[in-house]
């Protein structure tokens, strides 16, 4: 797997400056790319950036090799696919909650991160066998900010979590960290309250309950995932989404919801017209069935909305703030519907709760794998040895303009 | 205690339509008062109010009188002290959460609601001699919207509590229901969180922890509660008071909380300038002591403020919205520094635990009664048999002005 025999031995610039740990032997200035074998190096790439700003601009793509001579409980690791999310392009910019370490362990000249945080490798090589993974097996990171955007990447063993493979496409593997995995824990952790006789914690939703959940930004890959568990949890969902440019794909998209599992969808419009009130009684039966969450990853008035639609003692979970916009909260909404308010980080939830998160991955990966778990419309982007930085920063760049027609998702061929 | 003998006997209005379990015969009209005695009726006066609006528009005082037969769960109260809270003007503005039943009951022509949520009455006569309170006793209302701006009432003593006179002034004892109960209960239900492992749930500050809490409107009934049973229960307090008058009446102020027991006294320009993060990290430690626990009753920019002084997992718990400004959210706050924002309202908390009411009120009429919790500055507001309507009806309406040196209080003497 390390030797790709077919690989064109072109001029290629290289490392001169190699640091710590993932480097283990100075390369010499060399103006070939060397084939790596059982026992050669082997040449990566990696987007970096060194400073926070616009992808476009602060995005450098850095060529290195990785020594043959792993530690012992590293794995080498080769990219198969990594998506381009939100909270990825908002690290880079530097509004992200937090930012990696700048570091010079892949010889950058200048101390610099590796961006991505989703992703799915295969394992090329292993420092001991007696790891529990293997060559050939498929992990995805275990940790946050692990730095996907590169073709090879040499980690810890405990950094991976080997994922079954059977049966999956690598698009599919690559997507399970964030978005399914989010949806995932915030419908599992949280809904209807038991009261404030139980010290107002929040307890689930009751899977098989039939009861309501509403979401704003529900075609995103968190909303579509949590239409999908939804469903299969016997919970029924209300999906706010923003007008397409035209009618018809409106219509569109609200058909491609529904077909997922979508009880209602309404357009944001619809959402904040005033007329939304009457409607939501209709839909929850003049409020006699509860809607005891609220999923929002948007902000601002929507935000409001969602926390308005929500009935006595129900919680809004945000996790995202796509409109920049800070939420307006009435304080009697508080007060006396009792409404709370929280917010939801995946990477401190991973940090916290490793067993749980390899469960949770395991269960999605099943899902997707009995076709259960549907993916998010994906435009793939070919990374292959030739391919041009600014093409990948370009797509990055884009990457958080709306209605795309697909999250753009590294797809790594020729490496 | 029926018969008031030096009550004179002028011409007073008098009800003509009874209706309801509270009057037990119709009076015909007269022109005279009863006098009472073991078997005579009771005169009584209430304020009530049968329409929403400005409290000097819509308050009126009603006449009625009170049959000495009493069902047999019943008793006969004679109100001793009743405060003037906000919530119970806001009640009568209607924008408070829960509205008052209108009713006949009292034998007003058009249907009405008696305002006054806290107060304490003595126990005048029982409806069997079996029952938990005897004649003497001091009873606070067990319930939401008791309707304490009267002279007398039949209640059904499971509304009521009985307290431990014994110490106490009336004033004292009418002044525990609402104020110092809502500190208490924030501080017992609220504070850093156990983390997400444990489910998101909230936990109390640790008694004895020095953990601190941050407030605004610090000068409020609850605020001053809330300092002086955080101190007793070892924990630490910021204060954040408006700017008075002048610069002498402030000092004066924060010198009143820091006898209290308040270890941070801030006015709300500090609070709201740019150099109070600075000063924060100061009285911090550089955040190495957490702030888990906020108090708001403003809203606007002081709650974001509030929001944003709490430590990591912090949770921010609003009680009121003084300023009637909605809180600004960034979603920032909610995802990566995991703050959790959510209401507290007393009277639902009342209705869903009786038992642990009980509890606390002994608890804090022990503290009174020990000196170990201070009253609010109070403004004594006489009420006696001949009191004009207007009189009281202005009170309240004064009751919603800031600085007015103290919480207006009716103080029954000869009804």
Redesign the interface.
Known sequence: MLARSHRSLHALPCTRRVLGAQIRSPLSQQAVRRKSGPYGYTQAKALVFSQNGEPSEVLKLHTHSISPSLPKRSVLLRALAAPINPADINTIQGT???QPSFTSLIGTSSPSAIPGNEGVFEVVATGDSSLPVHKGDWVVPAVAQFGTWRTHAVADVDEVLKINKEGLRATQAATISVNPSTAYRILR??GPSA???A?????PLEVGSGQWFIQNGANSGVGRAAIQLGRLWGLRSINVIRERESEQETESLRAELTELGADVVVTEKQFLSREWKDQLAEITNKGREHIGLGL?CV?GKS??AVARSLSESGTMV????MARQ????????????????????LS??NQ??AAGRKHMIDYIVDLIREGKLRDVPLREVAWNWETDASVLAQEVQGGLKGFKGGKGIFVFGDT
């Not at 010290?199 to 307890?203: A, D, I």
């Open positions: 992200y909650g937090s952790a949280y009261g404030i006789s010290g107002l914690g929040m307890r929002n902000g935000a409001t945000s996790y995202g703030g800070p939420i307006a909260l009435p304080v009697g909404l508080l007060i006396f519907k009792d409404i709370r308010v929280v917010g939801f980080w401190r939830w916290q709760d």
